[in-house]
């Protein structure tokens, strides 16, 4: 007894050990649940079957178009009323000054030179900005939670970016109020165009790597 006691000491032997797994259903409804929570940032589940009255269009990433439109094309770029008329106080301002054909006096003349020429063209420049806004196309992405967003600046560059189905909020046709229910919104003709330029609310949007809120 003594010799085996001995010989034990001596000779190392290796202890596997085992972690010992107190209920084997727990751990798997565990599991289950960090899986179902994954998941729900990208796949949206829902029992509604929709009825597509056009032939759908993927592209290369398996993401359906939902909405197309060259919106530049569509819209008024230079000759955009009221702001082609601010643009016009600037060449008004250097006639005034230069010419002054009603010999107005030159503290006036100088005023409205400098006001014309550095705050006349503000609005024109937002309303291009705001044309950042409109949307060029919008794709969905795989699972049906987030969709990709295209949008155009005048000069012809494409910008996307990705937002939450659940973070889009849609407005009434008056911009005033978000539509409530969204179902009894009727925003689209029978041709499949829109009635009238539809408005959505974003609670988190990136913009040009910017996050924007609201």
């Known amino acids: 007894m003594a010799q085996q006691l001995l010989s034990r ?10 972690r010992q797994v107190n209920n084997l259903h727990e751990i798997i409804y565990t599991a289950q649940a960090e899986l179902a929570q994954r998941t729900e940032k990208y796949l949206e589940r829902t029992d509604r079957v929709y009825k597509p009255s056009k032939t759908m269009e993927f592209n290369r990433e398996g993401e359906m178009l939902l909405y197309s439109c060259d919106n530049i094309k569509h819209s008024t770029i230079y000759f955009k009323y009221p702001y082609c008329m601010l643009d016009g106080l600037m060449p008004l301002s250097w006639y005034i000054f230069f010419i002054n054909p009603f010999h107005i006096s030159w503290q006036f003349t100088l005023s409205f030179f400098y006001a014309a020429n550095c705050l006349a063209w503000m609005p024109h420049v937002l309303y291009w900005k705001h044309l950042d806004k409109k949307i060029h196309k919008l794709f969905l992405l795989k699972g049906g939670k987030y969709v990709r967003i295209w949008t155009q600046n005048p000069m ?14 849609l407005l009434t046709q008056d911009y005033e109020d978000f539509a409530d229910p969204v179902e009894d919104e009727q925003f689209l003709k029978k041709t ?14 990136v913009d040009h790597a910017v996050t924007v809120q609201d």
């Open 9 to 18: 000491q001596l000779v190392k032997t290796s202890v596997r050990g085992f």
């Open 156 to 169: 012809g560059d494409k910008f996307y970016s990705w937002a939450n189905n659940c973070e889009i909020k």
């Open 192 to 205: 499949g165009q829109l009635k009238y330029e539809l408005q959505v609310q974003l609670d988190n949007y």
